[in-house]
DNA sequence: TATCCGTGGAT
DNA sequence: TATCCAAGGAT
């Protein structure tokens, strides 16, 4: 089963920028370490095209661990705003600097050792040991997972399933060529074995497959309900001092969008939020407010926009002068109060 | 073990 | 418009 489906990832492996694909891995290219843990990352719960213009961005500014490990924080956070769990960018600083510190600059190539790094998972650990350097390890992934429901039918519901369907897909990987291996898979589940509508005509797997056979791919695998988003409040103040420079904070370290720079505000709960701007000043409500939806509740945010003295003295944030000041170094729910706010003030 | 943590595209 | 979903990890 896993030679047919190598045969197919010789033909049809995507091309992707972090790829050696399968004709240059057998002429003996070697992938690069930190472009495998690179994609990975950004690679955890993020489609392809929305990592593709990111993976760009950072190997051009930081085009090796050392180059990243010495790179600042808030560079990082910047650099990663709009591509989401913030945590990650936290953790990819902290690996960088373990790697460069603790392992002269190089990526451990086994499993175990992979996993003792920050932001490195089951999952990550697995990938980098089998697509960088070419171990027997088990990928499994959302699209691991999916592909083995399928194929052998299983009607136990995620979460519960993992397990079984991580045993199962152990059994199909080999020790030849492990990395194209997971690759591939990975590649059937994204391309051809897709959760809505599977495209079983052109499977490499279609004979093997239980589920098709039994025609029920496309309602595997089973899933428990998950609970409804609820809605919060909040407001955000939005303001500018006579001199251009914009009023920020940063970010608490952990906890939603941590580490993160965003506008001062109240918090977001789902009772009517109090009154608390950061600067005594004629806020005015631009009449619009900001709907944006995080992984667990919908949010309605207020806006509050004020033109402040120069002699301001805020109780919190701190004024980031116009020429410093990047809106893409915020993430979206506060690009997004800014772009509002840019609009009902007119300003440039 | 269950919960928390973003975003944008597809349907 | 609402829901689903994506190459998960940390706590």
């Not at 989401?84 to 936290?90: E, Q, T």
């Not at 790094?117 to 990928?139: H, K, N, S």
């Not at 920020?248 to 789902?270: H, K, Q």
């Amino acid at each position: 089963m896993s030679r047919a489906l190598l045969d197919w990832y010789d033909r049809h492996a995507r091309d992707l920028p972090w790829r050696v694909g399968p004709a240059a891995r057998a002429a003996g290219v070697q992938p690069d370490p930190y472009a495998v843990w690179l994609s990975e990352v950004m690679l955890q719960q993020t489609t392809v095209a929305a990592v593709r213009d990111y993976f760009y961005r950072f190997t051009a500014r930081w085009p090796d661990v050392e180059a990243l490990a010495a790179a600042e924080d808030a560079a990082v956070m910047g650099e990663w705003a709009g591509l989401g769990y913030y945590a990650r960018a936290r953790n990819l600083l902290k690996c960088a600097r373990a790697v460069a510190r603790d392992h002269g600059g190089r990526f451990p190539d086994s499993r175990d050792g992979l996993l003792a790094l920050p932001g490195i998972g089951p999952y990550t650990a697995a990938a980098i040991a089998a697509i960088a350097f070419d171990r027997a390890e088990t990928v499994v992934d959302g699209n691991v997972e999916r592909v083995m429901a399928r194929l052998f039918a299983v009607q136990t519901p995620l979460p519960t399933a993992k397990p079984e369907l991580t045993a199962l897909a152990a059994r199909l990987t080999p020790m030849l060529r492990p990395g194209d291996h997971a690759q591939a898979v990975m590649d059937l589940g994204a391309t051809i074995c897709t959760p809505k509508r599977p495209a079983c005509g052109i499977c490499p797997l279609r004979t093997p497959c239980a589920a098709r056979a039994q025609g029920i791919a496309a309602d595997l695998p089973r899933k428990l309900a998950k609970a409804p988003k609820p809605t919060r409040l909040g407001i955000a103040y939005i303001g500018r001092r006579s001199d251009g420079a914009w009023l920020l904070e940063r970010r608490p370290e952990s906890g939603l969008l941590g580490g993160m720079l965003g506008w001062p505000g109240t918090d977001w709960a789902e009772t009517e939020p109090v009154c608390a701007p950061p600067a005594d000043a004629e806020w005015r409500d631009p009449g619009a407010e900001v709907r944006h939806t995080f992984t667990h509740f919908h949010l309605r945010l207020a806006l509050r926009v004020a033109e402040l003295p120069a002699d301001c003295t805020p109780r919190c944030g701190m004024f980031v002068a116009h020429r410093d000041f990047r809106p893409s170094d915020l993430p979206t729910v506060m690009r997004k109060a800014f772009d509002l706010a840019r609009a009902s003030v007119g300003c440039d």
